[in-house]
C-alpha cells in the first residue's frame, strides 16, 4: 500500500504557475502508476495527467502542453507542474495510485485546493 499527502496548492492569477507534490510513503512510487485528478465545485472527477511506471506520461487535453507531471524516486514524490494557468482550471487536486494497469486508481491523497483568479 502507499499513503500519500499533497501539497502546494493556493492561489494564483491566471498565467502564473504553481507546481503541486503528492508525497509517498510505504512502496516507492515508481512500483505504482502515479497520476493526478481534479475536481471542480458540482462537477465529476477529471483525469489531469498520468505517469506510468514505465516512465512515459500522458495528459488530458485540457492541460496538455500546460502542465508536466513528473518523478523523484529519491525523494519518492511526485509533482504536477502547472504552467499558464487558468480559471477553468480551479479546482481540488488529488494524487491517485494504481497496483497496475488492471485495477483502478484506488490509492488517493486527501487533495490541495487550486484557484486561479482572473
Known amino acids: 500500500q502507499v499513503q500519500m499527502v499533497e501539497s502546494g496548492g493556493g492561489l494564483v492569477q491566471a498565467g502564473g504557475s504553481l507546481r503541486l507534490s503528492c508525497a509517498a510513503s510505504g512502496r516507492t512510487v515508481s512500483t505504482y502508476d502515479m497520476a493526478w485528478f481534479r475536481q471542480a465545485p458540482g462537477k465529476e472527477r477529471e483525469f489531469v495527467a498520468a505517469?506510468?511506471?514505465?516512465?512515459?506520461?500522458t495528459y488530458s487535453d485540457s492541460v496538455k502542453g500546460r502542465f508536466t507531471i513528473s518523478g523523484d524516486n529519491a525523494k519518492n514524490t511526485v509533482y504536477l507542474q502547472m504552467n499558464s494557468l487558468k480559471p477553468e482550471d480551479t479546482a481540488v487536486y488529488s494524487c491517485?495510485?494504481?497496483?497496475?494497469?488492471?485495477?483502478?486508481?484506488?490509492?488517493w491523497g486527501q487533495g490541495t485546493q487550486v484557484t486561479v483568479s482572473s
Open positions: 491517485a495510485a494504481r497496483d497496475n494497469m488492471f485495477t483502478k486508481y484506488n490509492y
Open positions: 505517469l506510468r511506471r514505465s516512465g512515459s506520461s
